[in-house]
């Protein structure tokens, strides 16, 4: 398990504009309730897998 901090979500939030939900979690591969609860911080510590969804997708669209 990882905790993913503030910087990560911060940057999530910027680079999803004015996608929904649905469509990050299309696009990420994450489930849209976990993305939920990892963007409105109810959840801080997330599967490696997860983490790493994140992180590949962050690369890509930066």
Do not use: C, F, P
Not at 51 to 61: E, F, V
């Amino acid at each position: 398990m990882i905790e993913i901090n503030q910087e990560i979500i911060n940057a999530v939030l910027r680079h999803k504009g004015m996608m929904t939900m649905k469509n990050l979690s299309k696009s990420t591969g994450i489930n849209r309730y976990t993305l939920h609860d990892i963007l409105t911080n109810e959840r801080k510590i997330v599967q490696k897998s997860t983490y790493n969804k994140l992180i590949t997708w962050l690369a890509k669209n930066s």
